[in-house]
């Protein structure tokens, strides 16, 4: 079993920075890819980047692309999303989620990731 805590969130004007951690106990998430999803009332939980067990490969959604950075802290079992240059539209509730089945591959949807976080909102005001 993995358990994921988020932390992080907030509320920020458009153009601010926030960083979510992601503290994973358990198991090591080591060999597990690793990925940040995100819900805004209405919409489907999208991925909005990840990043492979191996850390060889990072995936990044078009609309985050420049402005998000995924990365990972071994010795601290944790997974951070740094967001800078936040629009209205970054506003959700951001997930942590791990794949067992990730370490070369990232998948895109919600159900082959098999831990979740609790989430943690995320609100940019313009």
């Known amino acids: 079993q993995v358990q994921l805590v988020e932390s992080g969130g907030g509320l920020v004007q458009a153009g601010g920075s926030l960083r979510l951690s992601c503290a994973a106990s358990?198991?090591?998430?080591?060999?597990?890819?690793m990925g940040w999803f995100r819900q805004a009332p209405g919409k489907e939980r999208e991925l909005v980047a990840a990043?492979?067990?191996?850390?060889?490969?990072?995936y990044y959604a078009d609309s985050v692309k420049g402005r998000f950075t995924i990365s990972t802290d071994s010795a601290k079992n944790t997974v951070y999303l740094q967001m800078n240059s936040l629009k209205p539209e970054d506003t959700a509730v951001y997930f942590c989620?791990?794949?067992?089945?990730?370490?070369?591959?990232?998948?895109?949807?919600?159900?082959?990731?098999?831990?979740w976080g609790q989430g943690t909102q995320v609100t940019v005001s313009s």
């Open positions: 989620a791990a794949d067992t089945y990730g370490y070369t591959y990232i998948h895109h949807s919600p159900n082959e990731y098999d831990y």
């Open positions: 358990g198991r090591t998430f080591r060999r597990y890819a």
């Open positions: 990043i492979s067990g191996s850390g060889v490969t990072t």
